[in-house]
C-alpha cells in the first residue's frame, strides 16, 4: 500500500457511497486508477466490505458501554468464545496491559444491562472486569 491507498481508504471509511468520479477528483488521479486500486483492495482482503453506520439513537439498543476483562490466565480462548457467542457483545478486542479484552456490550434497557452485566461476569475464567457506559458519540 502506497500513500494514495491510504488516502482513498481514508476517503471510503469517511464515505463509502463516493461515486469513483468524486475519489479521483478528491485524489487526482485518473478515475480508472481509484477502479483499479479498489478493485486491487478488495481483491487482496483489504477492504474486507461495506457497511451502513447508523446514528448511536437510532439502533434499537439504547443503553451502550465498554466492558474491559481481566481472564484468569489459561482460559482466554474459553472467555473469547463465550463473549463472541453472547447476543448483547457486539464487538471483542484482545488489548495490552492491565485488561486482557475490552468488550462493546448493548442492551435495551438498564435492567437487560444490568442482566447482561451479571451473566457475563459469571463466565468461568474472568477474573475482573470494569464497565463504562458511553453517553454521547462524537465521531463514528
Known sequence: ???IDRQLIGLLRDNARLSVVALASKLR???ATVQNRIAKLERDGIIGGY???LRPDAEAYRIRAMMSIEVDGPHG???RRALQGHPN???L???NGRWDL???LRADTLEDFDAVLTAIRSI???SSSETSILLSTYKL
Do not use: N
Open 77 to 79: 480462548d474459553d472467555v
Open 102 to 104: 475490552l468488550a462493546e
Open 89 to 91: 457483545v457486539v464487538t
Open 93 to 95: 478486542h484482545t488489548t
Open 124 to 126: 468461568p475464567g474472568i
Open 29 to 31: 488521479v485518473a478515475r
Open 1 to 3: 500500500m502506497d500513500d
Open 51 to 53: 457497511t451502513v453506520r
